[in-house]
């Protein structure tokens, strides 16, 4: 229809939209840059990397942020920083390492992807483990005496191999991340690039979540960094596993709780599946009264 001076109507401006979250990605092994958006966990966060570079996203078995090696330290949790470059580890060679259980600990930290893959996040000096040199940080364990593991959470892992009898030798199947070859320069440059853009881009992160939708947030503060740091330490000490992303999600729970009882229904009601021993929620209600009030 037009007006009396035979003008079409103009159209009301449309609502100017959020703007759009696009991350660099490569493969860490060696690939062109890719860029990725419109994920809101770590399962679609792999579904978008795998379409760009036309693999399957069960090939990937973690991500690092602004550095392309097996480096535990930039692993990949809940929380994306908006200038982070990220680099996606894909499966290499499989391997199969017999180990005979001499001692009761094993030597391992078990950390997970998000997406169905248990790994090996750190090796204790002189233990089991780490006199098996085939062994590796960032090795996904895939098979435990030819059972599969691919699915089961971190918690889960680091139980059954704790429960193996000790003086039995057993049996692991592990995948190492896919090494690079070529690309070398190319790969650090991005990576150091990456580094200095997140430096000016002030603190701002992308929160993925499990459930609902990742939204952008303040990166933690000192209290939440600190109090994350210790809960993480709790994790493995009593739980054999290391995920910063839990670790931040129990300080969440309990940062504004006034006694343990109310700590450990808050933490149920989020973590239940979980089945927390009541001494290690103790040990956490006390770290983070600690970091709170400065005794640590």
């Given amino acids: 229809s037009r007006d009396r001076d035979g003008l079409a109507p103009q159209a009301a401006p449309a609502p100017s939209p959020r703007p759009r979250l696009v991350f660099h990605t490569q493969l860490a092994h060696g690939s062109p840059t890719g860029r990725i958006e419109g994920f809101t966990n770590v399962k679609e966060l792999y579904a978008r990397i795998a379409e760009v570079f036309e693999i399957s996203p069960a090939e990937i078995l973690f991500c690092t942020l602004n550095s392309h090696k097996v480096d535990m330290q930039k692993l990949l949790g809940g929380q994306i920083g908006l200038e982070d470059f990220i680099f996606a580890h894909v499966r290499g060679q499989t391997k199969e390492v017999e180990v005979t259980k001499s001692e009761d600990a094993l030597g391992l930290t078990i950390t997970d992807n998000g997406a169905g893959y248990a790994f090996i996040k750190r090796i204790k000096e002189g233990s089991v483990i780490d006199r098996l040199k085939t062994v590796c940080v960032g090795d996904h364990i895939e098979a435990i005496n030819d059972q599969s593991i691919v699915g089961c959470r971190h918690y ?141």
């Fill in 156 to 296: 889960e892992v680091a139980k059954m191999l704790k429960e193996l009898p000790k003086g039995q030798p057993f049996t692991l199947r592990l995948v190492e991340p896919k090494k690079a070859f070529d690309m070398i320069g190319q790969r650090t440059k991005s990576a150091k690039f990456s580094c200095e853009a997140k430096v000016a881009s002030g603190r701002e992160t992308l929160r993925l979540r499990s459930k609902g939708s990742a939204t952008v947030q303040e990166a933690p503060n000192e209290f939440e960094e600190r109090a994350t740091k210790k809960v993480d330490d709790l994790l493995e000490s009593y739980m054999g596993i290391r995920d910063i992303e839990l670790a931040s999600t129990i300080v969440e729970a309990g940062k504004d709780k006034k006694n343990p009882d109310d700590f450990a229904v808050a933490l149920d009601s989020v973590l239940g599946d979980f089945a927390f021993p009541d001494v290690f929620l103790f040990d956490v209600w006390g770290a983070i009264g600690d970091v709170k009030t400065g005794r640590i």
